[in-house]
């Protein structure tokens, strides 16, 4: 059997290889990132291929079409809207997601931008590489309010973390009843309830229909004034245009994202040019035990379905 791999932090040689290798699978490695994967060049790639471990490239249904003999993506990380999943299933397609291998990762360097953001951390150390001795203020974590929308495997690791540093932690999840979230030590709030309350708003749900721009303009003007926003789930659920008015106008103090609209960050992009903004490029996963743990699961996932 044959196994594409384009998950760029895997290679030829690793542990991955090796279980793929092992389980009697042939396998090609061809890593490329949002930068240089057209639907042509994918498409050309993946015909021939019974499975294909996948990273962030974009398996439109027109790629999906080209791979003539393909039986299952097992996809290293957690968010797949990277994957047609329609056009998948329609054509007996698997889509295996990693579940859960992440959000230690995530919900810590979820906590990397908040402390960034809360203290201007970023903007003091440019500057003090740069020879100056700037005296920024910022604000403690501890006695804040944190709101969480989304309260799933990140959204409960972030509220562990966030109730160690003593903040109050307030949760919108739709599909989650009243027990499930005081189970994690939270309090549950209606998006309106929260958006309003909260100095510090960090998002963790998928990007879908319902979620696209979920935060836009409307919603950022009923945040409480000052306060931040956090992003490490998506980049789409964020309206930017409307994010940077706000940045700009100083309603809100400062943003976190490690996820955008279109990545990496196109040189008009209206977020350029905030210095109460910070921009990771999309790093939450990329530690070595994430990485470790998502593409063993992946790679399991496609052995699996191509053994029946
Ligand atoms: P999860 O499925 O465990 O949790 C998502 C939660 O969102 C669920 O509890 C669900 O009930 C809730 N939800 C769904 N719609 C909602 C809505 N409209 N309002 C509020 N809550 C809603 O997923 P997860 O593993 O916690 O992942 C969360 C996000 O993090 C995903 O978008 C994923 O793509 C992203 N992610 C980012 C990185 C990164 O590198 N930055 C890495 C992994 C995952």
């Not at 307030?170 to 209606?190: K, N």
């Amino acid at each position: 059997k044959r196994v594409l791999v384009t998950t760029a932090w895997l290679s030829p040689g690793d542990e991955v290889h090796r279980l793929l290798t092992d389980a009697g699978c042939d396998v090609v490695h061809s890593s490329f990132n949002d930068r240089d994967s057209s639907p042509a060049t994918l498409a050309a790639l993946v015909t021939g291929f019974d499975g294909i471990v996948a990273g962030t490239d974009r398996f439109s249904a027109e790629v999906i079409a080209a791979a003539d003999r393909l039986k299952v993506f097992g996809r290293t990380g957690v968010g797949y809207d990277n994957i047609d999943v329609a056009a998948a299933t329609e054509r007996g397609i698997a889509v295996c997601p990693t579940p859960g291998v992440n959000r230690q990762s995530v919900a810590e360097h979820t906590f990397a931008l908040l402390l960034s953001v809360a203290r201007g951390v970023p903007g003091n150390v440019t500057a003090v590489a740069a020879g100056d001795w700037p005296q920024v203020s910022g604000r403690e974590l501890s006695g804040a309010t944190l709101g969480l929308i989304g309260l799933g495997a990140i959204g409960k690791a972030v509220a562990r973390i966030a109730l160690g540093f003593g903040m109050r932690v307030i949760a919108h999840d739709p599909y989650l009843d009243a027990e499930a979230v005081a189970a994690s030590g939270v309090e549950r709030a209606s998006l309106d309830e929260l958006l309003a309350t909260a100095d510090f708003v960090s998002l963790h749900i998928f990007l879908d229909d319902a979620t696209r721009h979920l935060i836009d303009a409307e919603a950022i003007a009923t945040m409480k004034p000052g306060a931040y926003l956090v992003n490490t789930s998506r980049g789409g659920v964020v309206d930017e245009t409307a994010l940077a008015a706000a940045l700009r106008e100083g309603r809100l103090s400062g943003a976190g994202l490690d996820v955008l609209e279109t990545e990496p960050l196109p040189p008009d992009s209206p977020l350029r040019g905030l210095d109460n903004l910070i921009i990771t490029a999309h790093i939450g996963a990329a530690t070595v035990e994430s990485r470790a743990r998502s593409g063993r699961m992946a790679a399991q996932a496609v052995i699996d379905v191509l053994d029946g």
